[in-house]
């Protein structure tokens, strides 16, 4: 069993930044992949980064692509969300997301996650 806290959200005004982390427990998270998803209000829930499990590789939806940076640190048991050049669409609830291993690699789908954080809020101001 993995859980996941995630910290960071807030209130930030357009062009500003923001920097999201997700702390698993459990001694399996460095064999997992990661992934980020936000649900804004009456929205369905989008995927926004993914990373493998050793960090070798990561995908980005194309809406935060050369804003936004996933990674993480196996050491801290964290994942990471960078968030840059913020716009008032990028205002959700942000979730992390476990993809069971070992040695899993990232997915899109969120339905092939199989554990989840409680979600922090990031609103930005226009």
């Known amino acids: 069993q993995v859980e996941l806290a995630e910290s960071g959200g807030g209130l930030v005004q357009a062009g500003g930044s923001l920097r999201l982390s997700c702390v698993a427990s459990?001694?399996?998270?460095?064999?997992?992949?990661m992934g980020w998803f936000r649900q804004a209000p009456g929205k369905e829930r989008e995927f926004v980064a993914g990373?493998?499990?050793?960090?070798?590789?990561?995908v980005y939806a194309d809406s935060v692509k050369d804003r936004f940076t996933i990674s993480r640190d196996n050491a801290k048991n964290t994942v990471y969300l960078l968030m840059n050049i913020l716009k008032p669409e990028d205002t959700a609830v942000y979730y992390c997301?476990?993809?069971?291993?070992?040695?899993?690699?990232?997915?899109?789908?969120?339905?092939?996650?199989?554990?989840w954080g409680q979600g922090t809020q990031v609103t930005v101001s226009s």
């Open positions: 990373i493998s499990w050793n960090g070798g590789s990561s």
């Open positions: 459990g001694r399996t998270f460095s064999s997992y992949a």
């Open positions: 997301a476990a993809r069971a291993g070992p040695y899993s690699d990232y997915s899109l789908r969120s339905l092939q996650y199989d554990y």
